[in-house]
């Protein structure tokens, strides 16, 4: 080696590695920035509500969560919310199908009325459907401080979940595949059933378990037509108020946890299932 090769400078890095470089450093300060906001506004708080829920020890949280009116609230809350999510799975995309396929007077109306229930604040919800459904309903039907007037509320406020997720499938399906089935003699019900059902499930599942997740955490629309009864038509959100308003804080966070693993389990759900439309497509 030369000393003039010795002493020459080192030739400077690449376009493509300092491209690079830029790219690294952007990503980890997007991403830094993301874990931060992220643990600030949802994993400290609920990781402190879990922490919290177990500050007297695990058998107290076992006996919060099993006091009768407590297990009353969960499972009225559980439940109702499972079968409200199934409703929408069939009619949410029913729907879909009807925004998207078919064309009748006020349809760009219905698909805007569509998304009301995420714009109206959901105490507005329930003073609106106490008043249609209430005792002095002008329907003539009162379902007001019944189960059947809390399940109503939580079919109001999880009806777009369905709709909107279902409804983007549908618009860029490709209706060529469903031409050619009917070429080849499908009947409409077979060509829905192989062709066109297939690639919609995903979707309707992935909206199905978000409704879910919304109607098991359901306050504002269910607190006036509810009545807040016990052990009758109060959902595990205003049981966990009144425990907060008792000074109850342990037994308030106990149930939140509960209700925050089964959304936990659903969300988990929805992820798979998202992977598996993913494969699939």
Sequence with gaps: MTAETATRPAP??????????RISGGTALGLGSAVLYLSLIVL????????????????YFWRAVTTPDAWAALTLTIGASAIVALINLVLGTIIAW???????P????????????????????????????????????????????????LLFVTLPFVVRTVQPVLIELDKDMEQAAASLGASPFQTFRRIILPNLVPAMLSGTALAFTRAISEFGS?????????????VAAVNIFSQIEGDNTTGAAAISTVLLIVALVALVSLDLLQRWGSRRG
Excluded at 134 to 145: I, Q
Excluded at 222 to 234: D, R, W
């Design 106 to 153: 006020g349809k760009a109306i219905v698909d805007t009325l569509i998304d009301l229930p995420f714009a109206l604040p959901t105490i507005v919800a329930g003073l609106v459907l106490l008043a249609l459904y209430g005792p002095e309903s002008p329907l003539g039907v009162n379902l007001a401080y019944s189960r059947a007037g809390v399940g109503l509320a």
């Design 44 to 59: 400290i708080p609920l990781a402190l509500v879990v922490w919290r829920s177990t500050d007297e020890g695990l058998g």
């Design 222 to 234: 269910t607190v006036l037509i509810s009545g807040n009864l016990p052990f009758k038509t109060q």
């Design 12 to 21: 400077p890095p690449r376009a493509g590695a300092r491209r690079r470089a």
């Design 98 to 104: 009807v925004l998207v396929r078919d064309r009748f």
